[in-house]
């Protein structure tokens, strides 16, 4: 700035048109008497790192600790819903009762399966045997 522009602009007067007024106290709360003595310390003012690490320590193994329990209450829970319906085991009774009948009639003796149908059951054994037979026979036919 050079010092003519500084000389224009004084200092010491100030436009008091764009200032408010000072305004009274709303309510004797916001009034302080003398009387009162020193004011006090703010609250928090000092903080203290121990406390401040150990309050932090708490609240972190508090959250470990509830993620914790979810997790085992959820997976048991998980756990018992998939026992009950899923891996029922009177499915299991039927299916092996059933496999166990076909596996029977499958290996059991000769037999008429009907009169009406001229056909006769063998034992599943001697079936796969005539069966690759009869597809060896016809491979060595075809070449």
């Known amino acids: 700035m050079s010092s003519a522009n500084h000389d224009a602009h004084r200092h010491d007067a100030h436009d008091t048109r764009h200032t ?10 916001h009034m302080h008497t003398p009387d009162e003595g020193v004011p006090q310390e703010e609250h928090a003012a000092r903080a203290n790192p121990l406390v401040l690490f150990i309050v932090f320590i708490a609240i ?18 998980k756990t018992d819903l998939r026992v009950r319906h899923v891996e029922t085991l009177a499915m299991g009774v039927e299916a092996k009762a059933s496999k ?18 001229d056909a006769v059951r063998i034992p599943i054994d001697q079936a796969i045997e005539k069966t690759v037979e009869a597809y060896s026979g016809r491979a060595i036919e075809g070449r």
Do not use: C, F, N
Request: net charge negative.
């Open 20 to 29: 408010h007024p000072p305004e009274e106290h709303l309510d004797p709360w």
């Open 60 to 77: 972190v193994g508090s959250v470990v600790a509830m993620v914790g329990v979810l997790i085992i209450y959820y997976g048991k829970y």
């Open 100 to 117: 166990s009948t076909a596996q029977g009639e499958l290996s059991g003796p000769y037999r008429w399966i009907g009169p009406e149908q």
